[in-house]
């Protein structure tokens, strides 16, 4: 091909873009286009229905999301053994997330329009969420997240069954207030969740008269912190909070002990540490160290004590069970039960039966809240123990409904804006 | 006229051109679910760094292991002006800056918020880019496994900047939730297939301009650079200035395909500009054979078609499976599948040692690290 044909070809098409432009495609303010997409796939006349697991079986994630993984299935075989959903077995389709936000979006894409499955459980990072939203939203479809996160969030198209920041933070706030803390460093991985439930700390500390004395951020994966313990032991608060995430809370930890800190003289309170990565870190580095969760393994409940065995059963004894796994094994649950309770499978049914659907978790009881799509929860603070698992130390003792935009405190007024 | 010279004559490329056009333009289209369309939209974008890859390794020898850069440059400007056009028109700030700051908005945001200061951006600032750290480099006559590593770096750290600046870069998360694109609803499937169509056309268009340049005097002596820069340098050109624009027009590339991948996909975040998706672009090329002209396009498409659909089946097996093809071709065929027949051709005539052997058509590989 010469130049002059190649620019003819190229002319041709551009007009013919230009045409398919301006002739049939809906303007960002005609609203009215979104509702077309929004038509559903899925098929419920046969005895089975779909529903899809998105978790990160592959790269830096896989680690934590293939125990998400793990509860799901457990969850859905017992469901199946119990005679399925509605008269109807539960088919996996699973999907690797590959521990990259684009991998989840494209994966979530593909699971509703491609596989048109009913609901999708899956997702950990907040990037994993944040990157899934619009697909949920553009698609009108249904997404379990089972992990905490930071809050001022919520989605119709999204059931959050980890805690929101009033179910874990705040909580965690209000234990070290009552604990004598009067001033707090906060260390933290450099993304949205530190980032967020650092602004919401600082707005805390500030109408409670709590001194914040310094604010340290490490890149994900980020592991020589002889700088930040250092700043912390100088600025002598009376606790840190911890919301790094991965293998830095190793090295942290590690160098915490090594500059002669103690849990006892300055606690730290985690939030991203469970029973799964206790281990990782080294018992001896972290023992006696507050954390902030809704469920540990150590629950003294039948419902616990049934799952914690199921679980080994299905997986080794070795295996421990934590939060976020948990949440993802209470979301299928409460799927289940908003899908008994409308009699239905579609998403605008689900909608509107979801709230007041109630389980009995391993967490103790559990239930959705229909206008933000969240579930009411207990805190528990607890405490590392020599063995590895963590014991209650602190509870909120009943339920605390979710609230993502801390509308219910005062001091919060504007985080949301 | 004979038939070979008919096959690679000028009207076996216009054919060719047209074939293309009519697979992805029309039959595409009515094959393929919206989802799979989009999909196939995807590969395009990344077919499109691969013609500048077959252009700038392939041709001119320079190994690219960091068009991640150049491509995020172009995506995360589209992304930027896209945000800034979703923001309320109360505040003006896009909605993930207002969740984790108050400070507003950056102010090298600003320029973005022009659709027409961006779409300027998207081709100058790769090529300026491009030229800055062509000059800079091969004037000094680094080359080889040194340009390769320099240039991996800048992909490693320009990840590493945009994950440590959440505020103003989206941090990890990236760039997500477009509304729309200059004006039109993303959520329209009537809009989505005109981005597709604006792939294809992008696609062609770059693969005409790279055919031009490889048959050009130009082309010649980018080859003439990569297989004897020296005796290019006595002949009295320059072959830091060759080689430049041969980086400059590939930077370009990977430019238009990151600003078209951003609406198409819906998402760029640091996972998609940083070395592993650099090293999975080349390794696309490698096996489609860097030299040609199709072989890049052919090998990117095929390389991305297969990751989506093996990761759907095996978890995790799909970078096994792109490391092992990777070094069959290295190992088996320099020149990539584009030279498997030739190759075939070869082996059958060791074979049969009697038939005297044909000279094939592939362009030297020697030298072109």
Request: proline share 4%; aromatic share 10%.
């Amino acid at each position: 091909m010469n130049i002059s044909s190649a620019r003819r070809l190229v002319a041709v098409a551009t007009a013919s873009a230009m045409v398919l432009l301006s002739g049939c495609g809906a303007r960002v303010s005609d609203d009215t286009a979104t509702a077309g997409e929004g038509t559903s796939c899925v098929d419920t006349s046969g005895s089975s229905v779909k529903i899809g697991f998105l978790n990160s079986r592959s790269g830096t994630m896989a680690i934590s999301e293939n125990t998400v993984y793990n509860s799901l299935k457990l969850a859905a075989d017992q469901i199946n053994a119990a005679g399925g959903v509605e008269g109807k077995q539960l088919t996996i389709v699973a999907e690797d997330g590959a521990s990259e936000p684009t991998v989840f979006a494209e994966k979530a894409e593909k699971l509703i329009r491609g596989d048109c499955v009913a609901a999708v459980f899956g997702g950990w990072t907040s990037s994993s969420r944040k990157a899934m939203l619009p697909v949920f939203e553009s698609n009108n479809a249904l997404l379990f997240y089972p992990v905490q996160y930071e809050g001022l969030e919520s989605s119709k198209n999204i059931f959050y069954t980890g805690a929101t920041t009033n179910q874990q933070i705040v909580p965690a706030l209000d234990y070290l207030k009552e604990k004598g803390a009067k001033s707090l460093f906060l260390v933290g991985s450099d993304y949205v969740f530190p980032q967020t439930a650092n602004k919401i700390i600082k707005a805390y500390a500030k109408a409670n008269g709590i001194e914040v004395k310094g604010e340290e951020y490490a890149p994900l994966g980020h592991t020589d912190f002889s700088t930040i313990v250092s700043k912390v032991k100088a600025a002598g608060a009376d606790a840190v909070f911890n919301t790094l995430n991965g293998d830095s809370n190793v090295a942290f930890f590690k160098e915490y002990k090594n500059a002669g800190l103690t849990a006892e003289a300055m606690p730290v309170l985690s939030v991203s540490i469970a029973e799964e990565e206790v281990g990782g870190i080294g018992i001896g580095n972290i023992v006696g160290q507050p954390v902030a969760w809704n469920y540990y393994q150590t629950i003294d409940s039948p419902q616990n004590k049934k799952f914690v065995a199921d679980f080994k059963t299905a997986y080794g004894d070795a295996k421990v069970t934590s939060d976020p796994m948990e949440a993802a094994y209470t979301s299928l649950y409460l799927w289940k039960g908003m899908v008994e309770k409308a009699k239905s499978f579609a998403v605008a049914d689900i909608q509107k039966a979801a709230g007041g659907v109630s389980f009995e978790a391993p967490e103790g009881t559990v239930t959705v809240n229909g206008d933000n799509h969240h579930i009411a929860k207990t805190a528990l603070i607890g405490k590392i123990a020599q063995d590895g698992l963590i014991y209650t130390d602190w509870t909120s003792g009943k339920p605390i409904e979710p609230d993502p935009f801390l509308k219910s405190y005062p001091w919060a007024a504007g985080l949301s804006g | 006229m004979n038939l070979k010279s008919f096959l690679t004559g000028r009207w076996a490329v216009v054919g060719g051109f047209v074939l293309a056009a009519v697979l992805l333009l029309v039959v595409a289209p009515a094959l393929l679910t919206p989802f799979r369309l989009g999909l196939l939209g995807k590969y395009l974008c990344f077919a499109m760094v691969a013609v500048g890859i077959g252009l700038a390794w392939g041709r001119g020898g320079m190994l690219v292991l960091g068009q991640g850069v150049f491509f995020g440059l172009g995506a995360y400007i589209m992304a930027m002006h896209l945000k800034l056009a979703d923001a309320p028109a109360s505040t003006g700030v896009p909605d993930f800056m207002a969740l984790i700051s108050s400070d507003g908005v950056p102010f090298w945001w600003e320029p973005f918020r022009s659709g027409a200061v961006t779409l300027v951006a998207i081709v100058v600032v790769p090529a300026l880019a491009a030229v800055l750290l062509g000059l800079a480099t091969f004037r000094r006559r680094v080359r080889g496994a040194y340009f390769a590593i320099l240039s991996q770096a800048l992909a490693a750290a320009f990840a590493i900047l945009l994950i440590g600046n959440p505020r103003s870069t989206g941090g990890s998360t990236g760039l997500n939730n477009f509304k729309g694109f200059f004006g039109f609803s993303l959520r329209d499937p009537a809009n989505r297939l005109t981005l597709y169509v604006i792939a294809v056309v992008a696609l062609l268009a770059m693969v005409a301009v790279a055919r031009q340049l490889m048959v050009s005097r130009y082309g010649e002596l980018l080859v003439a650079c990569r297989d004897a820069e020296e005796r290019v340098r006595f002949l009295g050109y320059d072959p830091a200035a060759i080689k430049t624009f041969a980086y400059a027009v590939a930077a370009v590339m990977a430019g238009v395909a990151g600003a078209l991948f951003v609406p198409i996909v819906g998402i760029i975040s640091p996972n998609d500009v940083g070395i592993v998706p650099s090293i999975g672009l080349l390794i696309g090329v490698a096996i489609g054979g860097r030299t040609t002209l199709l072989g890049p396009v052919l090998g990117a498409i095929a390389v991305a078609w297969a990751e989506t659909s093996l990761s759907e089946r095996f978890p995790s097996g799909w970078t096994y499976a792109q490391g092992l093809l990777f070094m069959l071709v290295v190992a088996f065929l320099p020149g990539g599948l584009a030279s498997l027949g030739p190759v075939l051709r070869g082996w059958r005539d060791r074979l049969r040692p009697a038939v005297p052997a044909e000279k094939t058509s592939v362009p030297s590989l020697s030298g072109g690290s």
